[in-house]
Every structure is written in C-alpha cells, then in structure tokens.
C-alpha cells in the first residue's frame, strides 16, 4: 500500500494497514506528522495553555501569577520538537513503514510517482494530503505581507498589533492566544458572530470574554482592502482604517487536492475526495484508491481523520486478506461517527466542547427535537473558579430518547466532553443515563442537573 502524505492520518493509515499484515510505503513532501504536529492543533495549543492556566489561577482569591511570553514559545518549540520530525521518522520507521521523502503524484491506477521513482501498490494507495488555507479576494491582499496559520503557530516574536481576519475556530483561539500574548488583536469577522456553525451562545460567550481582555472585535465587518503602511498593513474597514504589524488571514481551508495528479484517474483536482464510510474514494473504479482526513473534507480535525484512517487501514488489510468487511453502520470498517458524533474543543477561555448536532442542525434533519439548557451552577464548577460562569445545552431526540448534541461552553470543559461523545455514540437513552451518577463534587455534576431538568418539563 502507498501512503500519500504523513500527517497524523496518513501516519495512522500506515500504521494500520501494516499491522494488518501489508507492506505500506508513506510519502512525504515536507514533516512527517503533518499540519497538527508542527503548525496546528499542538503549537495552538502550547501557545494557549499557559494564559489559561494563568487566568484559573487568578479567578481563585488570593493569588498571584503571571507568565513570560518567551517561556511560551520556548514550551511550544518543544512541542514542535523545533520542526525537526527525527522522532516521527524513527516511530514510522519502528512500526515497519517505509518512509519515502518527496513530492507524490499519482500517475494512474496503483501508481505514484515521487521524484525519478515510481511506487507501485499492489492493493491500494491512499491519499492524505490535508489541507492548505484559502486567501478571500480582498483587494491589495496580494501587495502586503500575511499570516497563515502557519506563520502564527510558528512566530518568534510577538507583533505588538495583530489583526486577525476571520472568526472560526482558528480565528477565535489564536486571537485568544496573542492578545494574552501581548498583542493588542483587533478581530474581524464578516457575519454577526463567533464561531458560526456551533450554538449561538458559545459564539456569544467568546466574543464577551475577547472583548473583556481587550480584543477589539468587530463582527458584521468587511474587510474591503489592505495596502503596506510604512512596516505594517493598514486595514480598511467601514471608512477607518487600522494598520497592524501583521494580518493573521484565518477565513477557512480547502482540501489539498489540487497537485497530488487525482486528474490522471478521472477525478476534479481543488475538489474533496469524496469517500464512503470505509475510506474508498466513490468516483473512482477499481477498489484500489482511498482517502482519509482533512482531504475528503468530512470532519477537519486530527482526531476524526485519525478515526478513519484506522478504519481505512483495517479495510484494505481485510479486503487484501479476503477477510470480511464489516462496513454496516457502527461496524468495524464502517467511520459512522463522522456523520453525527464528531466531538470538537475550541481551546479559547471560555473554552467550547461540542459532539453531535445543534439543535439547529438536528431539526434540520427532520429530528423531533427537545433542547435542554442550563448555566454550569454545581458545587463543582462553583470550586474550580470564583464566579465560573458557564452553559451546557443538550439536544434530545424526543423520539428515541437519545442525546443527539451536547455544548459546554466554560473554564475547563473539555475534559467533561468525552462523557456526551459516549453517550450519543452508544445512543444511551436519557431513562439510563439517569442512572450515571456523576461524581461530587465535579463539574459533571451539571449531567444530573441537565437531566433533572428534561424529566421535570
Ligand atoms: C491552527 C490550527 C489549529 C488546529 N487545531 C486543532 C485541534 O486542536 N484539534 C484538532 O483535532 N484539529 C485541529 N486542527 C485541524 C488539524 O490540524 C487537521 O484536521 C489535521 O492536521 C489533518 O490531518 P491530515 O493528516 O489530514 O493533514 P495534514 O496534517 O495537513 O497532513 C498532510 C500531509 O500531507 C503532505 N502532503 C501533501 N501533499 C503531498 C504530496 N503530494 N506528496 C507528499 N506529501 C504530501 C503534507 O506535507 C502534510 O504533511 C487545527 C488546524 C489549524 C490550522
């Protein structure tokens, strides 16, 4: 089997496959371990954690602590491992994968070409080549220096002004994260919230804390043009104009389709590959190509890709054994998840944890749907912060009885995440869920008062 791209799905794809009894090459272009090793999840979150573990410290009294930026990014070179991936080379090449350093293309049915090389797959080659940052037409775009997140994730130095265009996930935690930084961030976001495919209110309470620390947020704004300003970029919005030292551009990524040669077997290049639940790409005959991860733009986090490049891995080393595929829903070849369980932190403070569906999204699609909300008000939220102030909502499905969505905004919630993950992954049902007694005091506490709040409506 041929990996294309070694990022944590293409990794996990390989791993996989091999433990299933094939022999896996896996190119890569640049690190192994991809987006979420070097310029993602784990350096967003290095240059995250300290602010928050200094803003709990201060919502207990009587206390003091303060930070050093350079100790940041000094903590987040190390997860970074300095851009160096010795480490992920040595693990690929400890589990019996063969590395392969290069840009790959494929050149038609099992074949991919890397450099002189031509790799040949006896089984089957899969594609995961994640995704790369789209840049909106705005005007003078192309005239000043940008971030991408990229360039974010990895600074040296903090800008003492930071503009931050576009209010994602990744918009919100890096504005969260230079404004504690020491930037003053002035966020733009083009519609009227935060965050606009989760629950209104997690958009709200972010926005209220940025807002709070300083951040200059502006929601319903355009950004109309940009032009250099001495060393800086003047940002024009609604007749003013900001200039900043550098423009995060934060406005969304497109699966990267558009050099991997999808074109020699018939397929769109800039487009998703689009895959059924066992990773196979649909549009595509054979049996012998796959994808997984950012690439066929189903659910864009590490974990989900990772979930189904397991699953796609198990696939083809049971199909190349002639062993059963299980890919009915919830079965073992089957990534039923990514369709209405995906779970997902936004690591701002307050932070946001959400799995399944809004209760939007759940009426949508056509679900006769009860929506449970309450402030986080238990004695265990009550001790992990003076004042804490947090949300949960539940989304029910009345017919069945099961969880179909759950949102905590507030200090420390992700951690209280994987609990509603099980619970509409398992599809429980509310009348036994009532029986999971949360521990006290903890801020799972806020399960019981969410229950006793649907059965008491
Ligand atoms: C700032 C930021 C923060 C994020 N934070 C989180 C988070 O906290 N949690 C979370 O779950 N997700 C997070 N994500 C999303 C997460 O980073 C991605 O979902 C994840 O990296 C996707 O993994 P992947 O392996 O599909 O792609 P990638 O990690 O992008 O890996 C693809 C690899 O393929 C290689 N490649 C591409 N084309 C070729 C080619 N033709 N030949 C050879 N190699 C090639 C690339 O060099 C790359 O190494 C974040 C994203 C961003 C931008």
């Not at 100790?71 to 590395?99: K, M, N, P, Y």
């Not at 003492?160 to 919100?172: A, D, K, N, S």
């Not at 200039?243 to 769109?268: F, I, N, Q």
Request: proline content about 5%.
């Amino acid at each position: 089997m041929v990996v294309i791209g070694a990022g944590a799905v293409g990794e996990n794809a390989a791993d996989y496959a091999h433990r299933a009894g094939l022999s896996v090459a896996m190119v890569e272009s640049e690190l192994v371990g991809g987006e979420c090793s070097y310029w993602a999840c784990m350096p967003s979150k290095a240059l995250l954690r300290t602010g928050h573990a200094v803003a709990a410290v201060h919502r207990l009294p009587g206390t003091t602590a303060s930070f050093d930026p350079q100790a940041v990014l000094a903590r987040r070179d190390s997860f970074t491992h300095d851009w160096d991936d010795a480490s992920q080379v040595e693990w690929a090449e400890g589990a019996g994968i063969t590395v392969v350093r290069g840009h790959a293309r494929i050149t038609g049915e099992k074949t991919v070409a890397v450099g002189g090389e031509v790799l040949t797959a006896r089984h089957a080659v899969v594609v995961c080549t994640g995704s790369t940052p789209v840049t909106p037409p705005v005007d003078g775009i192309d005239t000043v220096r940008t971030w991408g997140s990229r360039e974010a994730t990895s600074t040296k130095d903090i800008p003492p002004r930071l503009g931050v265009l576009g209010g994602g996930v990744v918009g919100c935690e890096l504005a969260k994260a230079f404004q504690r930084l020491g930037s003053q961030v002035v966020l733009l976001q083009h519609g009227p919230r935060l965050l606009p495919s989760m629950e209104e209110f997690a958009g709200e309470r972010v926005a209220a804390a940025l807002r709070a620390e300083g951040v200059d947020l502006r929601l319903d704004t355009t950004l109309e043009s940009v032009a250099p300003d001495g060393d800086g970029i003047a940002l024009h919005v609604a007749g003013e104009s900001i200039t900043v030292d550098e423009l995060l551009v934060a406005t969304g990524r497109r699966p990267h389709t558009a050099d991997v040669g999808v074109e020699t077997v018939g397929l769109e290049p800039g487009k998703p590959l689009e895959v059924d639940d066992s990773g196979l790409v649909t549009a595509v005959d054979g049996g012998w190509l796959y994808a997984a991860g950012d690439v066929t733009g189903r659910a864009p986090l590490t974990h989900q890709g990772k979930y189904d490049a397991r699953i796609v891995g198990a696939a083809i080393g049971a199909r190349a054994a002639g062993r059963p595929v299980d890919t009915a829903p919830w079965g073992e070849h089957s990534a039923t998840a990514d369709h209405a369980a995906v779970p997902q932190v936004v690591f701002t403070d307050p932070e946001v944890a959400v799995v399944g569906r809004t209760g939007k999204q759940a009426r949508e699609a056509g679900i006769d749907v009860r929506v449970v909300d309450l402030p986080i008000a238990v004695g265990g939220s009550s001790l992990q912060a003076d004042g804490y102030d947090g949300a949960a909502r539940l989304v029910v499905d009345e017919g069945r009885g099961v969880l179909v969505g759950v949102t905590f905004v507030g200090q420390d919630v992700a951690e209280m995440l994987h609990a509603a993950t099980v619970a509409i992954v398992g599809e429980v049902p509310l009348a036994r869920l009532w029986h999971a007694v949360p521990a006290y005091p903890t801020m799972n506490e806020v399960w019981l008062r969410l229950l006793e709040a649907y059965r008491s409506a």
